[in-house]
């Protein structure tokens, strides 16, 4: 008898800004939509333990997927994107998962992100709080700034080779991880195109700045929680902090023993961790229902 992964796969089309994106999704599950953001250069494959485990799904209908350019989502046929450079931007980073969520037909969905996604949970939560019941920033801070020159002159140069993300991608892991899964993260940033990683970081590190506009954010709408590893140099629990802090209403988790990486790095400790975040959710989601009901 064949084994199979409960996970099912597909692609669906999307108009952003007028240029169709041919887009790659994984889910599994029923329940409230969580929908996941990858890393920076990196793809969906990142949330696959999430996707298979069976206490979450059971209550969550979990989505991945695979930004343009990134894993299985292609570059536009539309574009001649061998001539251009690629570039993340802020806006279109929104208005392409709220027009994903929306051609999904999600209700009000859950947004998990982490670190270029966990930047954009507080993007979405202080510019879309309607679109989404809660948004969750893992590895998330106000600021990643200072990073021009490091963008434009160590990650994408001719005497580097592409194999110097991915190491330093492990450095950002926990030594605590499971070697097993601290490998299988590395594994898929050597995967990732040359130009896509540092593309990315023109959102990572010099479009997205909540320093001036988090205090904006209404959790009363959109419930904002960060969460962040004592093992990650780059968004560091300071930093963290400092955004859930600026946040009336926000929350924030120390994830101890933990880096850049939780939820492919080491998926059964942060399990530990983003549970209690959706058991809340969950909780808060019935009380609204039952309200609305008049139960």
């Given amino acids: ?29 029923s329940g409230i ?8 250069g990196s793809d969906g494959r990142q949330f696959r333990h999430l996707l ?32 251009q450079e690629y570039k993340l931007r802020k806006d279109w980073f929104m208005t392409y998962w709220v027009t994903l969520c929306r051609e999904l037909d999600l ?11 966990g930047h954009l949970a507080g993007d979405l939560a202080l510019n879309y709080p309607d679109e989404f019941r809660a948004c969750i920033g893992l ?29 330093a991608m492990l450095s950002l892991c926990s030594p605590n991880a ?5 490998r299988e993260t590395v594994w898929m940033y050597s995967q990732g195109a040359p130009v ?10 010099i479009e997205h700045d909540l320093r001036e506009t988090a205090q904006d954010i209404d959790t009363s709408k959109c419930m904002l929680y960060v969460l962040s590893g ?8 300071a930093v963290s902090k400092e955004l859930a802090d600026k946040v009336s209403g926000a929350k924030y988790t120390l994830m101890e023993g933990m880096g850049h990486f939780p939820m492919s790095e080491d998926p059964v400790n942060f399990k530990k961790y983003i549970v209690p975040v959706l058991n809340e959710i969950e909780e808060k989601s019935e009380a609204v229902a039952l309200a609305t009901s008049g139960g």
């Fill in 107 to 117: 209700d009000q969905p859950v947004y998990m992100g982490c670190s270029m996604g």
């Fill in 196 to 205: 896509v990683f540092v593309g990315d970081l023109n959102y990572y590190g």
């Fill in 1 to 29: 008898m064949a084994k199979y992964s409960s996970i099912m796969g597909r692609y669906i089309y999307l108009n952003v800004e007028g240029v169709e994106y041919r887009v790659y999704l994984e889910e599994a599950g």
């Fill in 230 to 237: 004592d093992y990650d140099w780059s968004a560091y629990p």
């Fill in 178 to 182: 499971p070697e097993q899964r601290v």
């Fill in 33 to 40: 939509p969580l929908v996941c953001q990858h890393t920076a």
């Fill in 52 to 83: 298979e485990d069976k206490e979450i799904t059971s209550r969550f209908r979990v989505i991945a997927v695979d930004l343009p350019y990134h894993g299985k989502s292609l570059p536009p046929d539309s574009v001649r994107y061998w001539e």
């Fill in 139 to 167: 590895e998330a801070s106000c600021w990643s700034g200072n990073m021009d020159q490091l963008i434009d002159k160590w990650w994408h140069h001719p005497r580097l080779s592409n194999e110097s993300k991915p190491a």
